[in-house]
């Protein structure tokens, strides 16, 4: 029974467990995606349920009573434990009371875990359904203290300390923002300042982020008395069902306003174009992402503003090629050169050095110039290697007496 009662919870919040992810808003390059702000002042949020299904008493277990205090918990379960130990008690039943009763006792002990067996019963505590080959798949594990405190908050209407208590929340933070930002490949290298404007949410200065037209009351909601939400509670053959729905006359706030700010229509908050000034580090790379902390959304009622995400872009440069702090290059010598060495100039990231090509260097060659490579992120002072491929240079046509030394060279071979 206890099973199937789980898995009658399992199956009511499945469409819940597959929901596809918020996702947060975000700015794509100097195009802002936010939408404008509009009127009604507050979105409605869904109905919620919950359910109170009490397979084993876990009070009964330890004989104390729903109402006990901690010490009296703890009383219980030593007493019950003296009994069922199975170290004292040699039944077959005594490991299994023994259980229940630990089980019992681990709930109830936590002021967390003892709320939520209060407000959800046993399934509200449950830390899987099925086990491991159950429903919902192999190896999925489903987390009903999860599901129903992201659900309906973990409070609110049940029967533990939070019932009839307006649920507190703390501050809110904005939502995160993105920026695709494309760079040269000299920044991206050692480093430079970018400005870039963005389109984000701030406080609105006028109520100070409430909403709330200065000057103008607030008062307790008299329908819900400050919770937000209204109860009904329908008997079923699987239990009680508890449901908690939206109170229409504050629209789930707890609050009702005589008039909101006619700046932000009663959001709090307002949409503004903001130029940010980037600081690009030495050594980023194509793909980077940087972080500008409190340049998001600002929250709602106050609450902390997101952060800004600059993806970094890095331009190609048809010099050379970097892998890391790494920096690859070509340079092409005559056949001559190749072959009887010679001193040529070769440009690197910060400039130009002058390298030795030896005698006899084959094509392809890769020569190593310690540290003129790209500096390290997170240490400029450490820089890689610039390694150089050396293309060796074939004339299609040769004049006369040109040909005639390669000639003589050849027969000189023989």
């Not at 199956?11 to 936010?34: M, Y």
């Not at 067996?117 to 919902?136: I, K, L, M, P």
């Not at 793909?287 to 997101?306: F, Q, Y």
Request: hydrophobic letters at 30%; proline letters at 6%.
């Amino acid at each position: 029974m206890r099973l199937l009662l789980l898995f009658a919870l399992v199956a009511l919040s499945q469409s819940f467990l597959f929901a596809p992810p918020r996702i947060q808003r975000s700015v794509a390059s100097s195009k802002s995606l936010h939408k404008p702000l509009t009127a009604p002042h507050i979105i409605l949020p869904s109905s919620r349920q919950s359910f109170v299904l009490y397979a084993n008493d876990f009070y009964a277990q330890l004989g104390v009573s729903r109402s006990a205090s901690e010490g009296e918990i703890k009383s219980g379960f030593r007493k019950m434990a003296r009994k069922w130990h199975p170290d004292v008690n040699p039944s077959d039943e005594a490991k299994e009371e023994f259980q229940k009763i630990s089980r019992a006792y681990e709930v109830l002990s936590d002021p967390s875990m003892r709320q939520r067996y209060d407000q959800f019963g046993e399934a509200g505590v449950s830390t899987s359904a099925a086990g491991g080959g159950g429903y919902g798949g192999p190896g999925m594990e489903v987390d009903l203290g999860d599901i129903f405190d992201s659900f309906f908050g973990g409070g609110g209407g049940g029967r533990g300390p939070g019932a009839g208590r307006q649920r507190q929340r703390g501050p809110v933070a904005g939502d995160d923002l993105r920026f695709d930002l494309e760079v040269d490949f000299q920044t991206a290298v050692f480093g430079g300042e970018e400005k870039v404007r963005i389109r984000h949410l701030e406080k609105c200065e006028t109520c100070t982020g409430s909403g709330v037209k200065p000057g103008s009351q607030v008062r307790t909601c008299g329908t819900c008395g400050g919770t937000g939400v209204v109860m009904a509670v329908t008997r079923t053959p699987l239990g009680n069902f508890q449901t908690q729905q939206t109170c229409t006359s504050c629209r789930g706030t707890g609050q009702t306003v005589d008039e909101y700010c006619g700046t932000c229509s009663g959001q709090g908050l307002v949409q503004k174009t903001k130029q940010v000034k980037i600081s690009i580090p030495a050594g980023v790379e194509d793909g980077n992402k940087l972080r500008v902390r409190g340049e998001g959304d600002a929250g709602p009622k106050g609450g902390p503003s997101g952060d800004l995400y600059i993806f970094l872009k890095v331009k190609p440069d048809k010099r050379f090629r970097r892998e890391g702090p790494e920096i690859y290059s070509d340079v092409t010598v005559s056949y001559v050169d190749a072959i009887l060495g010679a001193s040529v100039k070769v440009p690197v990231v910060d400039g130009e050095v002058e390298i030795k090509i030896p005698p006899g260097t084959q094509p392809k060659q890769v020569m190593r110039i310690k540290g003129k490579g790209a500096p390290r992120l997170g240490n400029a002072q450490q820089r890689g290697d610039h390694y150089v491929t050396v293309n060796i240079e074939i004339p299609k046509t040769i004049s006369d007496k040109e040909k005639a030394l390669v000639e003589s060279l050849r027969d000189l071979k023989k």
